[in-house]
T-cell receptor, first 114, second 111 residues
């Protein structure tokens, strides 16, 4: 157990639907990062939140949004889903300042769009 | 963050040392070398990091050349469980932003 909790582990949904992925960061970590990993592809950074505020944005589609709540958990919302959105979605957390060794990843949510 | 170049894939016999190279010829003086690995479909896991001295921990050793333009991650006695994609990342120590992953090296440890 890395300390970063992601739910659900698996999600199967139809095209056009909306889903919410949840992430609870490791205790004490203020930053949350979302990554997408499509089949046999690299890890693509989507978005970062720090203590409730959006800090950085990567290649995140307009159909996707995220937020970080006062208790520091984060949710990634994916809407108008397409087949190409099928992927593993990872959440990571880090302490303030994002020291390079201090990133802890969750076990991911596998999203399948049918 | 400095760009890194790694071989796409490597094989290693179980019980032998696995030596994974990384080229980072444009590394700046304040950038560290970090290694993470991703075992199939799991989240990436931190392995080791260094600035210019060689480093060793319970998982691996990191050898950085004197000019810091390349490094090698060494798994001294590879096991089947070490089969994974290994990522070499170069960045400032406390950049405060996301980790950027390249393609990494897919290490296959064979019996």
């Amino acid at each position: 157990d890395s300390g970063v909790t992601q739910t659900p582990k698996h999600l199967i949904t139809a095209t056009g639907q909306r889903v919410t992925l949840r992430c609870s960061p490791r205790s004490g970590d203020l930053s949350v990062y979302w990554y997408q990993q499509s089949l046999d592809q690299g890890l693509q950074f989507l978005i970062q939140y720090y203590n409730g505020e959006e800090r950085a944005k990567g290649n995140i589609l307009e159909r996707f949004s995220a937020q970080q709540f006062p208790d520091l958990h984060s949710e990634l919302n994916l809407s108008s889903l397409e087949l190409g959105d099928s992927a593993l979605y990872f959440c990571a957390s880090s302490v303030d300042q994002g020291v390079g060794y201090g990133y802890t990843f969750g076990s991911g949510t596998r999203l399948t769009v049918v | 963050d400095a760009k890194t170049t790694q071989p796409t894939s490597m094989d290693c016999a179980e019980g032998r040392a696995a030596n994974l190279p990384c080229n980072h010829s444009t590394i700046s003086g304040n950038e560290y070398v970090y290694w993470y690995r991703q075992i199939h479909s799991q989240g990436p896991q931190y392995i080791i990091h260094g600035l210019k001295n060689n480093e060793t921990n319970e998982m691996a050793s990191l050898i950085i050349t004197e000019d810091r333009k390349s490094s090698t991650l060494i798994l001294p006695h590879a096991t089947l469980r070490d089969t994974a994609v290994y990522y070499c990342i170069v960045r400032v120590y406390n950049a405060g932003n996301m980790l950027t992953f390249g393609g990494g090296t897919r290490l296959m440890v064979k019996p």
